[in-house]
């Protein structure tokens, strides 16, 4: 049925965009503000902040390490890679697509909090809530970015990929040393 990736970028963002309601486009304007790099920034200071605060130092830098790593990849790639955007995006973005940046950010610093909150919170329904909150954002921040047609589903997923790997080899660099 799909020979390409690019067949089905395409018939998967057709079938998403098919779907808009005026409540949605909203809901989605305004989830999509939690991955973009203001955001990121604001949440990502705060929260080192208060973890070098508590005196958590590796903490804080796996956090800035995962973020900051992850966004300077994800703009590498970006101009390596080429990729223009879908042409039926809600407005226009002057930027290419792949990898997602908000796909990569949502992942890089909510999958960041998540390790987090395994380290230094003890099991229970905090820890279980707060890392359900992230695992949806993350999910919906991605979403967002097809729903709102700025990126295809593979680029989301790259941007994903990109950042869970980021943080996986970000964890192993720092816990060796």
């Known amino acids: 049925m799909f020979q ?7 018939f998967f963002l057709q079938y998403v965009l098919s779907g808009h309601t005026a409540f949605l486009d909203n809901f989605f304007l305004i989830l999509t503000q939690l991955g973009n790099s ?34 300077l990849l994800g703009q590498i790639l970006k101009h390596i890679i080429g990729r223009p955007r879908p042409e039926m995006a809600l407005y226009r973005l002057d930027s290419f697509s792949f990898p997602s940046g908000h796909a990569t950010s ?29 695992g949806v954002m993350i999910f919906l921040i ?11 589903l593979s680029d989301v997923l790259g941007g994903f990929v990109l950042a869970g790997v980021w943080l996986l080899l970000t964890l192993k660099f720092l816990k060796r040393k």
């Open 38 to 71: 203001s955001s990121v920034i604001i949440i990502t200071v705060a929260l080192a902040g208060w973890l070098i605060y508590k005196n958590k130092i590796s903490t804080a830098k796996v956090l800035l390490l995962s973020v900051i790593g992850s966004a």
């Open 106 to 134: 949502a992942l890089a610093l909510y999958g960041t909090i998540i390790y987090i909150v395994f380290k230094l919170i003890d099991s229970g329904l905090k820890r279980t809530a707060i890392i359900v909150c992230c």
């Open 142 to 152: 991605g979403f967002s970015r097809i729903y709102l047609g700025f990126h295809y």
């Open 4 to 10: 390409t990736i690019d067949q089905w970028d395409k």
